[in-house]
C-alpha cells in the first residue's frame, strides 16, 4: 500500500478509538437529558470515577480485565444511581438551572474527593498483553481492537435496549411528555433511575477502557474528555442516542485529523470554531428534531 | 427593642446620604488599610481577591441571572481584559514614568473584552438555553487556544513579571463602579427588557421590546465588567497563562452568581465574598491561627489530624455546600430579591406609592 | 372613514402545510371586528402574521398604509399595534408594575448611556413611564396590587393585567386573542361591556378572535368567518347569523340565537 492510503487508515483507527471513548460517555449526558431536559455536567467526572474504580480493581483486588470491567460498570451505575437520588432528584420541580450548578457541584465534589484520597497520578497496571499487528503498515493494537468492538458492542445493545424493549419504550415515553405520562402507570422514578445506571454505566466502562489506552490517570481527567463528550452530544441533536454515537465519531474524527495536519495545539480552536458554527447553522444537531414555540 | 432597631433601619435606609457615605468610608478604608498596616498583608490580598470576584459575580449575573441565559465564557473575557491592560502595562504604556496610567490599562481591557462580548451576543439572536451555553463554552476555548498559539503574548507559557499596580483603593473603586453601572442598567428600560427575555421572549419582542439591541448592551455591559477584572486580577497576581482562565475558573464564577442568587446583585457580592472568604479560612494555617488559643491538650490533635489535611479537604467540603445550598434555596440565597439600598428610590415608591390621582373608573 | 389595517392576499405555510390560504381584511378605523372559525381555521396565525412573529410567505399586510410584512414584532409594535395572547403570556415572575413599564420600551427615549449613568432624559422619561404605567393599573382596578408578583394574581386579573399591558404600547389598533377564554357567562357579560369602555376610553380598532358567540354576536360591528385563512363570510352579525354557508360549515344546523 501506498504511504498516503497507509497514513489515513492509521488516523481513521485512531480516530475510531477515540470517538469509541467519547460515543460512550456522550450517550449518559444524552440519555439524561432526554429524560430530565438537563445537563448532567457531574458525568465526566463519573467517567473519571470510573478510570479510578477500574484501578481499584487491578491493583487491590488484583482481579483481570473481565471482572475489573463487570465491576467498574456496576460501580459507577449504582453511583449515578446514587448521586441522582441525592442530589437531582429534590430538584426536579426546581429552576432547571439549579440542577445544572448541583450538578457543577457535585462533580467539583468527586473530583476533590477523588484528589484528596489519590493526590497522585496512578498508574494503571496493563490488564491485557498488548499484540501489535502489522497490516501491510497500518499497525493495529490488539487494545485498539477490544476498545473499538466493545464499544459498537456496547452501542448495539444500548440501541436495541432503548427501541426494542419495554423499558426503553418507557425511557422514550417519558422524554417525549412528561405531564401524562406517569398517569399511564409508568414507575418514573424507577425509568429515571435506569437511565442514569446505564448512562454511568457507560461512562464507567469507557473510563476502564481510557485507562487501558492511557494507563495514566488523574481526578482532573473527567473535565476535559466530559466536555468533549457533551459537544458530541449537542453535535449529534441532543435528547438523540444514535446522534451522540454519530456526534462522537465526527469529533473524534476531526480532533484526528487537526492533529494530523496542524500543530497540536491547534486542535482544540478548529474543533470548537466547527461546533460553533455547526450550532449556528443547525442549532438542533444532526439527527436532532427544531422545536418550535407555540406563540 | 427589635421594633426600635428596625425603625433605626427603615430610617437609614430612606436617607440620601447613605450609599454615598458608605463609599466614602470605604475608600478612607481603601486608602488607610494599605497605607498604615491596619490589616496584615495576607487579609489585604484576600480583601483585593474578594473585590475582583464582586465585580466578576456582579457583571455574570447580567446574562445569567437577569437575562436568564446560561453563559460559560465569563473567564474567556476576563482573559482577554487581562491580556489586554498586561501587554499596555509592560509594552506600550509608559508605567515605570507615569503609574497613573494603570486605570487607562484596565480600562482598555474592559473595552476589549466588551468588543469580544459583542461577538458573542450574536448567536444569542438565533439561539438560546442549551446550545447558547455550547456556544458560549465553545468561545471560551477557542480564546483560550487563541493566546496558546500566539507567540508574542507567550503562548501557553503566559506572561510572568508583570508590575504589581493593583491595589486595593482601584479594586474598590471598580467594585463601587461596576455595582453602580450594572444596577443603573438594571433599573432601566433596558434592564426591564433583559427580564423581560428571560419570562418570555416572544412576548417581549412583542411588548415593542428590541430584543437584539437589549442583548448586545446586556453581553457588552457584562463582557466589560469582566474584562475589568481581568486586567486587575493580571496586576494582582503578576502571572498570567491561558490555563488560569480555563473552565474551572468559569466554574468558580459561576458558583458565586448561584451560590449568592440570580438577578440579585447583593446575591453577588455576598456569593463571591462568601465563597472568596470561605476558600481562605478553611485554609489549615488559617483555621491553625484561628483556634490557636485553644489549649495545647485539645489543639494538637486537632492540628494533627484534621487541620492539617484541610488543604484538600476543603476543596471537598465547598462543593458539598453548594450542593446543599442549591438544594434548599434553588435560586440561591438572594434569589430574586434585592436588598433595599440597592434599588433606586423612584423604582421602590412607583410599587406602592400613586403618584396620579386615583381614577378608578373601569366598568 | 378610512382603512386602518388592510391585508391582501396574505398566504403562510408551515413547511409545505398551506396555514393560511388566501386571506383578505380591510379594517377601518374605529371598527370593532371579530374573527371567528373553527379550531385550526388559522385565525391566530393571523394575528402572528399582522405582529411579525411569523413573516408571511406571500401578500402584504399595510397599517396606517406602512407595509408590516418583514419588520420584526417590535418594529410593528412599535407602530401601536398591541396584542394579548390566547394562553395569558404575563411576565409571570415580575411584578405588576413592570409588566406594564416593560411595554413603554419603544416609547422610552433615552439612550444606553443615559441608562448606564442614569443622566440626561433617564429620570423624566422614567417619571412618565411611572405614571402612565400606575395610571394603567388605576384604570384597572389594579394599583394596589403593583408591587404583587404577576403570577400570584387571580385568572381574571391575569386577563385584565395583559390588556393594561397591551394599552401600555399606546395602540391604535388593539388584538384580542380568545379574550373570554376561560370565563362563565357572567364574566362574559362584564367583559363585553368592558371591551366597549375600553374602545371609547382609549380610541381603540379592535380586532378580537373569540369562540364565544355571545360576545362576538353582542359587541362585533362586523364578524368575518374563516376557515384555513380564507374567508369564508363576512359582515354585520344578523348576515353572519342567518348566512347558509356560514351555518353548515361552521355553526352546525340550525339558527343560532
Known amino acids: ?295 | 427593642m427589635t421594633a426600635l432597631l428596625r425603625n433605626h433601619w427603615d430610617w437609614l435606609l430612606e436617607q440620601r446620604w447613605l450609599l454615598p457615605v458608605l463609599v466614602a468610608i470605604g475608600f478612607i478604608l481603601a486608602f488607610a488599610i494599605p497605607e498604615y498596616n491596619l490589616l496584615n498583608k495576607y487579609v489585604q490580598l484576600v480583601l483585593m481577591y474578594v473585590g475582583i470576584n464582586i465585580i466578576l459575580a456582579v457583571s455574570l449575573n447580567l446574562v445569567n441571572g437577569y437575562m436568564g441565559e446560561f453563559s460559560l465564557a465569563h473567564a474567556g473575557f476576563m482573559a482577554v481584559g487581562a491580556y489586554t491592560a498586561a501587554l499596555l502595562t509592560m509594552k506600550v504604556l509608559p508605567i515605570a514614568a507615569y503609574p497613573g496610567l494603570f486605570p487607562l490599562a484596565v480600562l482598555a481591557g474592559g473595552l476589549a473584552a466588551a468588543l469580544l462580548g459583542l461577538l458573542v451576543a450574536i448567536p444569542s439572536f438565533k439561539v438560546r438555553g442549551d446550545y447558547l451555553a455550547i456556544i458560549t463554552l465553545a468561545f471560551l476555548m477557542i480564546v483560550k487556544s487563541v493566546i496558546e498559539n500566539i507567540d508574542f503574548i507567550g503562548g501557553p507559557r503566559g506572561i510572568p513579571g508583570i508590575k504589581k499596580l493593583t491595589t486595593l483603593p482601584w479594586v474598590f473603586f471598580w467594585v463601587v463602579v461596576s455595582i453602580w453601572m450594572v444596577r443603573n442598567f438594571v433599573y432601566s428600560k433596558y434592564g426591564r427588557g433583559v427580564l423581560s427575555i428571560r419570562e418570555d421572549e416572544i412576548a417581549s419582542d412583542l411588548m415593542s421590546v428590541n430584543t437584539r439591541r437589549v442583548k448586545f448592551l446586556a453581553f457588552m455591559t457584562s463582557s466589560f465588567f469582566a474584562g475589568i477584572a481581568g486586567g486587575l486580577f493580571a496586576h494582582l497576581l503578576q502571572f498570567i497563562s491561558p490555563r488560569v482562565f480555563d473552565i474551572i475558573k468559569t466554574t468558580d464564577i459561576l458558583i458565586m452568581v448561584y451560590l449568592g442568587g440570580i438577578a440579585s446583585i447583593t446575591g453577588s457580592i455576598l456569593g463571591a465574598t462568601l465563597y472568596t472568604v470561605m476558600l481562605e479560612v478553611l485554609r489549615p494555617s488559617t483555621v491553625a491561627g484561628l483556634l490557636s488559643w485553644l489549649p495545647d491538650m485539645v489543639f494538637n490533635p486537632l492540628n494533627e489530624y484534621f487541620i492539617r489535611h484541610l488543604g484538600v479537604w476543603r476543596m471537598v467540603i465547598m462543593p458539598l455546600l453548594l450542593v446543599l445550598v442549591m438544594l434548599y434555596w434553588p435560586r440561591g440565597i438572594m434569589g430574586l430579591r434585592e436588598f433595599r439600598g440597592f434599588i433606586p428610590r423612584r423604582d421602590r415608591e412607583a410599587h406602592h406609592v400613586l403618584k396620579i390621582p386615583k381614577s378608578g373608573e373601569m366598568p | 372613514m378610512t382603512t386602518l389595517l388592510e391585508a391582501a392576499k396574505v398566504r403562510h405555510f408551515f413547511g409545505g402545510l398551506c396555514a393560511v390560504g388566501d386571506f383578505n381584511l380591510d379594517l377601518q378605523a374605529g371598527q370593532l371586528m371579530g374573527i371567528i372559525g373553527p379550531n385550526g381555521a388559522g385565525k391566530t396565525t393571523i394575528f402572528n402574521l399582522i405582529t411579525g412573529v411569523y413573516r408571511a410567505s406571500e401578500g402584504n399586510i399595510r397599517f396606517n398604509g406602512t407595509e408590516l410584512v418583514g419588520k420584526t414584532p417590535h418594529q410593528i409594535t412599535a407602530l401601536r399595534i398591541g396584542r394579548t395572547f390566547q394562553n395569558i403570556r404575563l411576565f409571570r415572575d415580575l411584578s405588576v408594575l413592570d409588566n406594564v413599564r416593560i411595554a413603554h420600551y419603544a416609547q422610552a427615549n433615552y439612550s444606553p448611556l443615559e441608562a448606564l449613568f442614569h443622566i440626561g432624559r433617564y429620570r423624566r422619561e422614567e417619571e412618565r413611564i411611572i405614571e402612565n404605567s400606575q395610571r394603567l393599573l388605576s384604570i384597572f382596578k389594579l394599583e394596589a396590587l403593583a408591587g404583587e408578583t404577576a403570577r400570584n394574581l387571580p385568572y381574571g386579573m391575569q386577563r385584565r393585567l395583559e390588556i393594561a399591558r397591551a394599552l401600555a404600547i399606546g395602540p391604535e389598533l388593539l388584538l384580542l386573542d380568545e379574550p373570554a377564554a376561560g370565563m362563565n357567562p357572567n364574566e362574559i357579560d362584564q367583559l363585553m361591556e368592558f371591551i366597549l369602555w375600553i374602545r371609547q376610553e382609549f380610541k381603540l380598532t379592535i380586532l378580537l378572535i373569540e369562540h364565544q358567540m355571545k360576545l362576538v354576536m353582542g359587541i362585533c360591528e362586523r364578524i368575518k368567518v374563516l376557515d384555513f385563512g380564507e374567508t369564508l363570510a363576512e359582515g354585520p352579525p344578523e348576515a353572519i347569523q342567518n348566512d347558509p354557508k356560514v351555518l353548515e360549515a361552521y355553526l352546525g344546523e340550525g339558527p343560532v340565537g
Open chain 1, 1 to 295: 500500500m501506498s504511504d498516503g492510503i497507509v497514513y489515513w487508515l492509521q488516523q481513521i483507527l485512531n480516530a475510531l478509538q477515540l470517538g469509541s471513548i467519547y460515543a460512550l460517555i456522550a450517550l449518559g449526558y444524552t440519555m439524561v437529558y432526554g429524560i430530565l431536559t438537563m445537563i448532567n455536567f457531574a458525568h465526566g467526572d463519573v467517567f473519571m470515577i470510573g478510570a479510578f474504580f477500574c484501578f481499584m480493581a487491578a491493583t487491590m483486588l488484583g482481579l483481570p480485565f473481565a471482572p475489573t470491567l463487570l465491576l467498574t460498570i456496576l460501580g459507577t451505575a449504582l453511583l449515578g444511581v446514587v448521586i441522582e437520588r441525592l442530589a437531582y432528584k429534590p430538584l426536579r420541580n426546581a429552576p432547571r438551572v439549579s440542577a445544572i450548578i448541583t450538578a457543577l457541584g457535585v462533580g467539583l465534589f468527586l473530583e476533590n474527593f477523588t484528589l484528596a484520597l489519590a493526590p497522585y497520578p496512578k498508574h494503571i497496571p496493563p490488564l491485557l498483553e498488548n499484540v501489535t499487528w502489522d497490516l501491510g503498515g497500518v499497525s493495529l493494537s490488539s487494545l485498539q481492537v477490544i476498545i473499538i468492538c466493545l464499544s459498537l458492542g456496547l452501542m448495539i445493545v444500548l440501541d436495541y435496549v432503548v427501541h426494542r424493549t419495554p423499558v426503553g419504550m418507557a425511557m422514550r415515553a417519558i422524554s417525549w411528555d412528561k405531564t401524562f405520562v406517569p398517569l399511564m402507570g409508568i414507575p418514573v422514578n424507577l425509568i429515571i433511575s435506569i437511565t442514569f445506571a446505564i448512562g454511568a454505566g457507560l461512562a464507567g466502562a469507557a473510563g476502564t477502557m481510557y485507562a487501558l489506552a492511557y494507563p495514566v490517570i488523574d481526578p482532573y481527567m473527567g473535565i476535559m474528555v466530559g466536555w468533549k463528550a457533551f459537544i458530541s452530544a449537542v453535535v449529534g441533536g441532543i435528547g438523540n442516542i444514535r446522534g451522540a454515537m454519530i456526534g462522537a465519531f465526527i469529533l473524534g474524527g476531526v480532533e484526528i485529523m487537526v492533529t494530523a495536519f496542524f500543530p497540536s495545539t491547534y486542535r482544540d480552536f478548529v474543533a470548537f470554531s466547527l461546533l460553533m458554527l455547526l450550532i449556528m447553522i443547525r442549532p438542533y444537531g444532526i439527527l436532532g428534531q427544531p422545536r418550535t414555540q407555540k406563540v
